[in-house]
């Protein structure tokens, strides 16, 4: 798990703070709106402090992911895999910019979901979970782990009170983490989230 601070003067929040995860070595996935619009390297925190600077090599703001590069940082790769409705699971993230937090619940129901991309331009379609655990500001971006480790989804949302998480499917997220390993030149955020 590691805290991700960006950087982004045009938009609202000139130093967006949010969660992220290491899944393979030098490489973190994270939401696409955290990091749209930033500009420069993203200050990329693990969970002992230490500090690295990471690029992004891959956005797709129709899915919400991300994918950055932090050379140097050391990680295991993840195993990603699919989680049934009513299975338990964990959520990790750093709540509202501060220490990192692990919520359990269980996993609701899934299914198809439309909407618009993160600049409201068009139309998308992903495959999401719907999680029975609460999701404070900073959580999106952090992993849905099964019991045993695999890594099932990533939260992207809340509802309005906080008390439910949406998260994209394992197979929502599986081709930009794939991509996202091989890929080294710096991509553009475009502008900011809307």
Partial sequence: MVKLIGNDPS?????????????????????AHL?????????????????????VVLFDPGRDVAVLR??????????????KPGESATVAGYSNGGDLIMTSGSVGRSGTAHGLDIHHKRQVRREVLIVQVPVKPGVPGGPLFRSDGTVSGMIFASDVDQ??????????????????RTATATTSTQGCSD
């Fill in 35 to 55: 990091v749209a619009g930033t500009t420069g390297p993203i200050t990329v925190v693990g969970p002992v402090g230490k500090r690295y600077k990471g690029s």
């Fill in 70 to 83: 932090v050379p140097s940082l050391r990680a295991r790769s993840l195993v990603f895999g699919p989680i």
């Fill in 163 to 180: 008390s439910t998480g949406f998260a994209l499917t394992a197979a929502e997220i599986t081709r930009p983490a794939m991509d996202g």
């Fill in 11 to 31: 938009c609202n929040n000139a130093r967006p703070e949010g969660t992220g995860f290491a899944y393979a070595p030098e490489r973190v996935m994270t939401t």
